[in-house]
């Protein structure tokens, strides 16, 4: 199988010698010409996955309720307020909680700065038209550090899967990192190379995982909790990051690739299938807490959704509504927050962190 971009990877393979997980992924997604969020359309029915906002507005709505709550919670400021989203992909959250915020707290839109963080130049496009409402609060930077200081509120949904892993092989002399390289028919295969791990990162008790077994490592989400968890801790305000994953800290190769809704081999269509891999939350949560700021807790996002309200809200937008729609409207609030094969209420989990310490509903841990 080849495409454009698996013919670059295996020049750059002969030319370099074999390549990390980590280059391979970026290169997956991020290659100026071929890579997947630079050329592709990935979301909705058409695409290869929905994601939460694309499957509701509940999802937006709610996270707009948060979002509201927070900055009460924060004494209600006014002066530099940012409301900040990293990867919008089309910008329907965003249009969501902007529509409730301007409902439920106007002082906060009057005042709020609206900044999406997106790398991609193609879905910048998409999401200017559909904030095209809201053009004047809107702008648009290509890295968190460039957003404006303040207060800020910010949102990521489905961005920390997307930011590159490492792997790592247990073989009879450890630990060792895997690789992408070519195997005899000139195809792309996964291989293992020299470097090894600090047994120290591994989770307890190592030693007694079968070979073969799989850990992974994401000093690049690390970077970026990092900066924005020490951005929260000097200006105020509070974070919510969604993505499917684990709240504990576990083996496992969870390096995914999805075409057309299916899954795929996660090396078979280099450009052209989203490659992705499970967010571990613990591993989050301890980058947060060592730059000083407050882990709210961390739900699964059925118990979340389910606590702010949505089954309510659900109610209210059914009413009165012929009986296909609120069918619809059920079955949304089920994908959402059920649980179960193809739901998103277990698997995906909502982590909360602020600066200064602030109780939010609907987490009942502070520590
Ligand atoms: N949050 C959206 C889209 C999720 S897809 C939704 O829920 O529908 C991932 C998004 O993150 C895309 O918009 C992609 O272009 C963007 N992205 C990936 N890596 C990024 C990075 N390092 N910085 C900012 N955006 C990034």
């Known amino acids: 199988m080849t495409t454009p971009l698996s013919d670059k990877i295996k020049n750059i393979i002969r030319h370099n010698g074999p390549l990390s997980i980590t280059d391979y992924f970026a290169i997956c997604l991020a290659d100026p010409e071929h890579g997947y969020y630079m050329t592709r359309e990935p979301f909705g029915r058409t695409g290869d996955f929905i994601t939460a906002p694309e499957i509701s507005q509940l999802f937006g709505e709610m ?76 702008s648009w930077f290509g890295d968190f550090e460039e957003v404006p200081e303040g207060f800020t509120l910010l ?84 974070a919510a990051i969604i993505d499917y994953g684990t709240m504990v800290t576990s083996y496992g190769d969870t390096l995914q690739a999805v075409l057309r809704h299916q899954f795929d081999d996660p090396l078979a269509h280099p450009g052209e299938a989203d490659l992705t891999s499970h967010v571990d939350f613990e591993d989050l949560a301890k980058v947060a807490r060592a730059s000083g700021v407050q882990i709210n807790g961390c739900l699964r996002q059925g118990d979340f959704l389910y606590g702010l309200g949505i089954a309510e809200r659900a109610s209210r937008l059914a009413k009165d509504k012929p009986f296909e729609q609120q069918k619809l409207i059920a079955a949304a609030v089920d994908r959402l927050a059920g649980e179960g094969a193809g739901k998103m209420g277990e698997l995906f989990k909502v982590m909360a962190v602020s600066s200064p310490n602030v109780p939010l509903a609907p987490f009942r841990k502070i520590d």
């Open 155 to 238: 949102i990521a949904n489905e961005l920390f899967d997307a930011i590159p892993i490492r792997q790592f092989v247990k073989t009879p002399t450890g630990f060792r990192e895997r690789l992408v390289t070519l195997d005899a028919n000139d195809e792309l295969a996964f291989g293992v190379g020299v470097a090894t791990i600090d047994p120290a990162v591994l989770p307890a008790p190592p030693g007694h995982e079968p070979e073969g077994t799989i850990f992974e490592i994401a000093p690049a989400r690390q970077a970026v909790m990092q900066t924005l968890s020490e951005r929260l801790r000097h200006h105020g305000g509070t």
């Open 63 to 138: 996270l707009g309720i948060f979002m509201v709550h927070a900055w009460q919670q924060h004494g209600s400021p006014l002066e530099n307020v940012r409301l900040v989203e990293i990867g919008p992909g089309r910008g329907t959250l965003m249009l969501d909680m902007l529509r409730v915020i301007s409902k439920l707290a106007p002082q906060l839109f009057d005042a709020a700065h609206v900044h999406l963080v997106e790398t991609s130049e193609r879905l910048r496009g998409v999401q200017r038209i559909t904030l095209e409402s809201y053009s004047a609060k809107v």
